[in-house]
């Protein structure tokens, strides 16, 4: 009986004694990066005599530098406000088929709390309206977004002076990955 009770107790002694040995592992939790949104530009665009009008908005963030180019030359630049909505204007070319309005926002120009969303070289940019340029040998990712001119529309709209209807430019201009 001594041998049972001391086997018994030898047993329950190497049971608690491993199970206090062992060394339970602490995990933290890693916080879950919040998947952004594809990044986007969308608007609309009207032509009359007196001026080009872009309005536009995006989900970009409030002081966001955009570039809008006509007949591939520079028009100017605005900024995105806070709700993301952005305007501008400028003088009527003489548009010919198939000339386009465009607006960009390129990276390497923001704020550094802007790249800090959008990368630096563009890279945490995703969606329809991205993309690739080079500047100096190196490779950036940007958001374009526009619309091609129909001629006749135009000249109609700037012939009669009415404001028809605003054009969309839902077209991505990117090459999205």
């Excluded at 939790?29 to 594809?38: E, L, S, Y």
């Excluded at 563009?122 to 374009?144: A, C, H, I, Q, R």
Aim: charged content about 20%; aromatic content about 10%; some cysteine.
């Amino acid at each position: 009986m001594k041998k049972i009770f001391i086997t018994f107790m030898s047993l329950l002694f190497l049971i608690i004694g491993g199970c206090m040995s062992k060394q339970q592992e602490v995990t933290t939790p890693h916080p879950k990066t919040k998947q952004q949104a594809p990044f986007t530009i969308r608007g609309e665009i009207q032509i009359q005599k007196i001026g080009v009008f872009v309005l536009g908005e995006s989900n970009l963030r409030p002081g966001t530098k955009l570039t809008i180019t006509c007949q591939n030359k520079k028009m100017g630049e605005t900024t995105v406000k806070k709700n993301g909505e952005f305007y501008f204007q400028f003088d009527t070319p003489k548009f010919k088929e198939g000339d386009q309005i465009i607006i960009i926002m390129n990276p390497d120009v923001q704020a550094e709390k802007l790249q800090a969303v959008y990368g630096k070289k563009g890279e945490e940019l995703s969606g329809p309206d991205v993309y690739e340029y080079m500047k100096n040998g190196t490779k950036y990712k940007g958001l374009k977004a526009g619309t091609f001119i129909n001629h006749s529309d135009i000249m109609a709209t700037i012939a009669n002076d009415v404001i028809s209807s605003w054009q969309s430019f839902q077209v991505p201009m990117g090459n999205p990955e």
